[in-house]
């Protein structure tokens, strides 16, 4: 009996090793999968991604070709497939095959495609084109590689075109030999008895397969990789189908918990939820990051373990430190814990943590107990700001201490209550920003696209992380992996478009159970497309005509985007003229002169609106809307047929200006203590004013000690401990003022002449301190650019190449001095230079003294030239290349707005009898 249990046992082993020989020595007979290179950074399979689709369906509708990765295997494939044969033969050849692909890292900063073709019996006729190609256009080279015969088509001038292997059952081909060549040594490689086939998966239900390593999503996601390598499985395998609306394709995935027990745990019993609170999103938010708890006490004891064994050892201190007071901070918490990343034009963190609550004064009040326990000093008197009381808790990283690195980079908390939710900012320009976006109602809940993605694209889940690819000033794109960046910075070839043009959102979602972890990839965008008709095109929104000649440029106020804007415009009999979103031109009141100065809008009179504040040449007028019911308008404010409409009206507050206060500019003192000073300006004789709103006077806040104008503008500094301001005067005088106005240590400077031979310092624009960059910027009008370092010693000159002819130079700023470029003027011609002074472009034969030049940061990484010359405006981007097909007619410099939902821009112009709105749709 033991005798036949050995002999069966014996030829058991015998049949699978003789398999296992068979599998080895016969490649022919192996699955696709078996054939992928190990190390593959992805493995995608589709049988639709070689479909036509029509221009209209990809205006209307996410399509698999438009997403990059996908987009770029097409075009791989495509450029090997049409190189011998005609169009009929590759689709017969193509249509309906399950094509796999996998993406190889050639070298650091190369990665390639591999894309293996099933070979039917008919395919024939292909597969001879393929080898016997047109010898006047093509030829077919071979050579044996691990005893694989390697085909390599090329050109009649030996350029590559794709190398290939052609087994009974499947072609695989690359534009790398190196890669195909790494198949032919996998092809006589032993197989195991269970070879995976990656990415197989896909059926009519669904679009396409994807298998991906997590770590290539972390690299996405480049702001918090560490933290969000957390939610993510050990492996990822999608299969992709279109959302409802087909703006976005919906990956789908189903991984093991594995090593993410910790971060399951802290999911235990969370019911996975959307995001309730659209309304507490700015439009301008990047990228945001959602936690969803149904849980709150239950979700704090969990997150207490994790933080007291964080692998951080100030994490682990820290709530040390803070632990006794946690437990009534987390148990007052809400669903939703939102964390918005906002655009950002200068680059320097602007994030705002929301945290709603059953109780919002309770958790208010638990996070300032945290606070002090972390070593905050007593909070200083509250500031006000579009009716909600600010508050500054001077310590690190709190919410960071509470919610783990994912919420890290707030050196400070300033913090405010907003409905039943706790904001807490990472700044108080961007707390204020983000109450101003709230307040004006520029929030996803306002917007219908964004609204159908939160109900019905991204799904209940546990967390979300969510990023806007195109929509910040230096993209996500920007900071991938260049071997990432050189694979997928190329054109789209059916419209010229950049690929990454084409993908908007991104988001991973991530819901956990007691054994699995459901992932979710989201891809797509929210805004439609601009067919070629109407891009570029400047169209003529609205225009409103005036009995009277315009002596100032319109002031705006709210959005140009969504109709809710109105402006206020000045004739010449001196009449202040309220527009409304309707059309109607009410006269509210008269001023001295033209308005010269800037709008800036303000929160004055404390009363929860922003009131506009701009000056005459010898007044300061304070602008404040208020909302007038039927029944109290004045007469003659209301045109016939509106009298049972509500409407609006601006009372006008006048101020006498300082003699001698320059009446062009104001700004206001962002990051200062004293919350009665609302605006600053400058005097003639080099000293800056604060308008004080309590006694409503402006007093002196610095003094330069030499006598000089201030060359506009002034930059206003917010720092840890208040404001500083750094100005320039024309003889070269560097003024480097503290709040208090003290000069910083060894300042004033002077930026002097180095050699007799030089002609005397003369300095025609201003200086800049770039956000987070060390040195003070400025240059001579001679094209002298200079670098100050904290001493006032000049660390670095440059002596610039002139471009044009005579004229002077200046630096650049744009309007909210987050960011600068170099410009050189003379009375006809214009030359704009990038910071190193490099020529970007020149604009010529303009109307000598009648231009002027400006230069706008409008968000979601717009950047636009505005050249004035004459009665026209011309908008240029920052390669020379004219934005419209045609100028703006112009009096006055325009006002610009961009809305990065529709990718409109609108122009507001006053010219000659008229004020008129264009719009222009960007790419």
Known sequence: MNKRVWIGIGVLLLLIGGWLGY????????????????????????????????????????????????NEARQRLDRFLYATADTATVLKFITGKNVRYSLHALSKNTLDLIFYIPIDPGDQSFLNRLTNPDPREYRVLNHTFAGEKILDLVSRGNEPVGSFILTENVLVGSVSGILIENVAKRMHQPLKLAQPDPGSQVDADHLAGLSVRPKILQSLFVNSASLIRLFLPEELTLRFRPSSSRSHLIGYAAGKIGN??????????????????????????????????????????????????????????????????????????????????????????????????????????????????????TAGTPKTFLGHKILQLNVSELPASLFSSLFSGFPQSWITQHNSALVIANNEETLQDYLQQVQRGAVWSTDERQTDLLNNTLRPANFTAFARLNRTPTTLSATWPMAWQNLLDHQDPTD?????????????????????????????????????????KVLLLKKTEFNAPLIAA????????????????QNDAGQFVLVTPEGDKIVQDTTDGPI????????????????????????????????????????????????????????????????????????????????????????????????????????????????????????????PSGMDILAVQPDGTVNYWYENGRQHPHYPARIERRTEDEPDTKMAGPALLPPGRPGIQTITEEGQLVTLNNNGLIAKRTQLFRPVRSGSFRLFPDEEQTNWLLLLTTDTEVAILDQQGQRQFEVRALQSGRNNVRYHRLGAGVELISVKSGGFTTLYDLNGRIVGDHPIPSDFPVALQFDERTNELYILSGAQRAVQLFSIRLR
């Open 23 to 70: 599998r080895h020595w016969r490649p022919s007979g192996r699955t696709v999968g078996s054939l992928v290179p190990p190390g593959a950074l992805l493995v995608l399979a589709s049988n639709r991604l070689q479909d036509t689709v029509s221009a209209q369906t990809l205006r209307k509708e996410i399509s698999l070709r438009q997403i990059p990765i996908f």
């Open 260 to 377: 993410r027990r910790d971060v399951a745990a802290l999911f235990a019993d969370q019911t996975p939820r959307r995001i309730t609170h659209a309304e507490l999103i700015p439009q301008t938010t990047a990228t945001l990051y959602h936690i969803a708890i149904s849980d709150a006490s239950r979700f704090g004891r969990s997150m207490s373990g994790l933080l007291g064994s964080a692998s951080s050892d100030f994490l682990r201190d820290r709530f040390s430190q803070i632990e006794p007071a946690t437990g009534a901070f987390y148990s007052t918490l809400d669903n939703d814990i939102l964390l918005c990343r906002m655009d950002s034009p200068s680059n320097t963190p602007r994030q705002v943590l929301v945290l709603t609550a059953r109780d919002p004064k309770q958790l208010t009040n638990a996070y300032q107990q945290i606070a002090y326990r972390a070593g905050a000093r």
């Open 496 to 536: 010229g478009s950049p690929a990454l043009s084409n993908l908007e959102n991104m988001a991973y979602q991530a819901s956990y159970g007691n054994e699995r972890i459901l992932s979710t990839i989201i891809l797509g965008r929210t805004t439609r497309r601009a067919s070629q008709a109407v891009r570029n």
């Open 554 to 569: 319109p002031v705006v106020t709210g959005s140009l985007s969504n109709g809710s804007a109105q402006f206020y415009a």
């Open 596 to 719: 010269r100065s800037n709008a800036l809008p303000v929160d004055f009179l404390d009363n929860g609106r922003l009131q506009y504040l701009f000056m005459t040449d010898r007044t300061l007028y304070i602008a404040d809307p208020a909302q007038v019911r039927p029944g109290q308008e004045r007469p003659g404010q209301v045109r016939p047929g509106r009298a049972k409409r509500n409407s609006k009206t601006v009372s006008l507050q006048a101020i006498r200006l300082p003699k001698g206060l320059d009446p062009t500019f104001l700004i206001r003192p962002r990051g200062m203590q004293r919350r009665n000073l609302v605006a600053l300006a400058a005097h003639q004789d080099g000293h800056i004013y604060a308008l004080d709103r309590q006694s409503r006077t402006f007093v002196r806040l610095m003094a330069a000690p030499r006598k000089g104008p201030l060359l506009l503008p002034f930059q206003v500094i917010p720092t």
